[in-house]
């Protein structure tokens, strides 16, 4: 499974970005999908989950601001990101969990990452 992220770029602060991650290969169910995103010199942060009921989380700092969804007939989801401020900056990643069933039926579960997103807000 590939996962592809898009939607990163230069935004002034204040502003919008919307990214995607769409998911492509062999025939999957998605399970919880995931954005992280690792600012320089930092570790990698947690910053929205979506599960596959549609139930969401987000990191306390990005609360109000960002929105996750998804669309699972595209296998994408989705983060628009409003009210950008410049420490929102870094390369933001989708991660998904999804699982597929073999010809003995057999539940097989695993986990992609996507090769990131850079997102890059001025003040």
């Known amino acids: 499974v590939q996962l592809q992220a898009s939607g990163g770029g230069l935004v002034q602060a204040g502003g919008s970005l919307r990214l995607s991650c769409a998911a492509s290969g062999r025939t999957f169910s998605l399970d919880a999908m995931d954005w992280y995103r690792q600012a320089p010199g930092k570790e990698r942060e947690l910053v929205a989950t979506?599960?596959?009921?549609?139930?969401?989380n987000y990191a306390d700092s990005v609360k109000g601001r960002f929105t996750i969804s998804r669309d699972n007939a595209k296998n994408t989801v989705y983060l628009q990101m409003n009210s950008l401020k410049p420490e929102d900056t870094g390369v933001y990643l989708c991660k998904l969990d999804a699982h597929y069933y073999t010809d003995t039926d057999e539940r097989v579960v695993f986990r992609s990452w996507g090769q990131g997103t850079l997102v890059t807000v001025s003040s």
């Open positions: 979506i599960s596959s009921g549609g139930s969401t």
